[in-house]
């Protein structure tokens, strides 16, 4: 089998959602404070299918900070009382500060 770029992407953000700790849905968020600021290029999806979805954002560093991992999470609520997915990604300069992350275990048919 050819390694293709969209092969690796997949498999790379498998691995992150896969690494991630178990116990991501129905847990309760923390408050969070919405920083669209820290996220020129917002974030992006990809490659839906009916459980899941590649979910892409770009986190450079600011004001020298230099963080290296994000905690994704995905909500099915808008005040995010309702974590249905999520884990970590790791970022970095070897990236451009990129991160792709598989979010799985998602409903068919919902936002």
Do not use: C, H, K, Y
Not at 34 to 43: I, K, M, N, S, T
Not at 55 to 62: E, H
Not at 72 to 92: H, K, L, M, N, W
């Amino acid at each position: 089998m050819r390694l293709t770029r969209r092969t690796f992407l997949v498999a790379s953000a498998l691995g992150a959602s896969l690494a991630a700790a178990p116990g991501w849905a129905g847990r309760a968020a923390r408050q969070a404070v919405e920083r669209r600021d820290l996220f020129p290029q917002g974030v992006a999806s990809g490659d839906p299918d009916p459980n899941s979805v590649i979910l892409w954002t770009r986190r450079p560093p600011v004001d020298g900070s230099s963080a290296r991992t994000l905690v994704v999470e995905v909500a099915s609520d808008p005040g995010f009382r309702r974590i249905v997915a999520g884990g970590r990604a790791t970022i970095g300069a070897e990236t451009d500060w990129t991160s792709r992350f598989l979010a799985t275990g998602l409903e068919p048919a919902r936002e």
